[in-house]
């Protein structure tokens, strides 16, 4: 007799994913976790209840700051199945609402798109200036209305802000803000003054993949020798190292980043007043929940992830350079462009095969390598609290300087 599991998902008890007796294998202590059941990769109950609880309780990246470049510019995302715009007022300031008139509830904006000072309903032509007040209606009160004010019929205010140059949006009143969310990080990258950074190319790629799978495939560097032969040469799996303090996210670095083999991450001109660890590391960050950014010394890589459904995201992919980059010859941003594409491309066709895999309905969850896979051993930590609807930030490693599970010491710390 087979001992693999059944095929038909119906024949399975069902769980209860907001209950911590669901989350056992991932709560074990690493040398003892386990990875996360097909499920969660694989079924429309789940994917549903972490609209509702990931995405709709979490900083969700959802754009770069200049893309509110020029004003007037407003992006439509969503968030958790919850249509919401994002743009600047008069002022300059970030703001945020529900794509919903106040009116009958009709969709303001389909896509991201630039408005003159008001922004407009398409069915009864009210219309809402930038802060999200009311300030037309027309004709509705020549029709006779008792008791109408208008102030009382702005648009529902959602929470943006901006972290570097990344726009984040939650739904959660009561999130902490977003600088606290991350916890330390912000100081730690404190010395590329990313603020300043702007966006130099994009593209959008769909992916026949859950987007855990992608930001876990991120996260661990297990898979760099066999996956990525040409990326091994410039982060060797050797000069990697964890980067997390306390903060909802995961990281790692590669210090020293070699280009004895290949030059593609060194032939732009770096970010001026980097420090001697930064000038010779890349940092890869998984930015809980939808955001994964790897910041080398003269530009970073951007990945916001869009969870369509169970087993399709979409990528949103930018190259950001720094302040005195504006005009990089066309040639050597595409060695750095082209050598990105090649990496994500064979990641593509790893996770895609992974979902496949996690589909066919024989796979048990294996064991975490403490050593390649910490970091998701830590995100799926994240991922069960929110589900559970535990609302906290986890704690850091000891420190930079200190060995972690065979991986040495970094020889170029970071020190506050």
């Known amino acids: ?186 100081e730690r990258l404190t010395g590329y003054r990313l603020d300043a950074w702007r966006s130099h190319h994009t593209q959008t790629i769909d992916i026949r993949a859950n987007w855990k799978l992608l930001t876990e495939n991120f996260q661990e560097y297990y898979h760099l020798r066999w996956v990525h032969p040409e990326l091994a040469k410039v982060s060797r799996v050797e000069d990697h190292y964890r980067y997390q303090g306390p903060g909802m996210y995961c990281g790692q670095t590669t210090t020293p980043i070699s280009s004895d083999e290949r030059g593609d991450w060194t032939i732009m001109r770096p970010a001026e007043g980097l420090d001697a660890s930064d000038m010779a590391s890349g940092r890869f960050l998984a930015l809980f929940p939808n955001a994964m950014l790897s910041i080398l010394p003269n530009h970073a890589f951007v990945i916001r992830l869009e969870a369509l459904a169970p087993g399709l995201t979409r990528e949103h992919c930018t190259w950001l350079l720094p302040p005195g980059s504006e005009d990089v010859p066309d040639g050597d941003f595409a060695v750095t462009h082209d050598f990105w594409i090649d990496v994500n491309n064979e990641d593509i066709d790893v996770v895609q095969r992974g979902q496949v895999g996690l589909s066919s309905g024989s796979y048990t969850p294996g064991r975490l390598s403490p050593r390649y896979e910490e970091p998701l051993h830590r995100f799926h930590n994240m991922l069960a609290d929110r589900m559970i609807g535990i609302s906290r930030i986890p704690d850091g490693d000891p420190g930079d300087d200190a060995p972690l599970l065979g991986t040495g010491v970094n020889p170029l710390p970071w020190h506050r």
């Not at 709560?27 to 995405?55: K, V």
């Open 1 to 186: 007799m087979s001992d693999l599991p059944a095929k038909n998902p119906s024949t399975l008890p069902a769980r209860d994913w907001t209950s911590e007796d669901a989350w056992i294998g991932t709560r074990r202590p690493i040398l003892e976790a386990h990875a996360l059941p097909a499920d969660a990769y694989t079924s429309e109950d789940f994917f549903s209840l972490e609209r509702d609880r990931i995405f709709g309780t979490s900083w969700v990246l959802v754009g770069i700051a200049d893309e509110l470049d020029p004003v007037g510019q407003v992006l439509v995302r969503d968030l958790g199945g919850r249509s919401v715009l994002i743009t600047r007022n008069a002022a300059g300031d970030l703001r945020g609402f529900a794509n919903s008139c106040r009116h009958r509830g009709t969709q303001l904006l389909e896509a991201d798109c630039t408005v003159d000072s008001t922004i407009r309903c398409s069915y009864h032509r009210w219309g809402y200036d930038r802060d999200g007040v009311l300030v037309a209606t027309p004709q509705f009160a020549d029709a006779g209305i008792d008791g109408f004010d208008p102030a009382e019929y702005g648009l529902h205010a959602v929470r943006v802000e901006q972290w570097g140059c990344l726009l984040f949006t939650t739904l959660d009143p009561e999130a902490p803000s977003v600088d606290d969310w991350f916890g330390d990080l912000g």
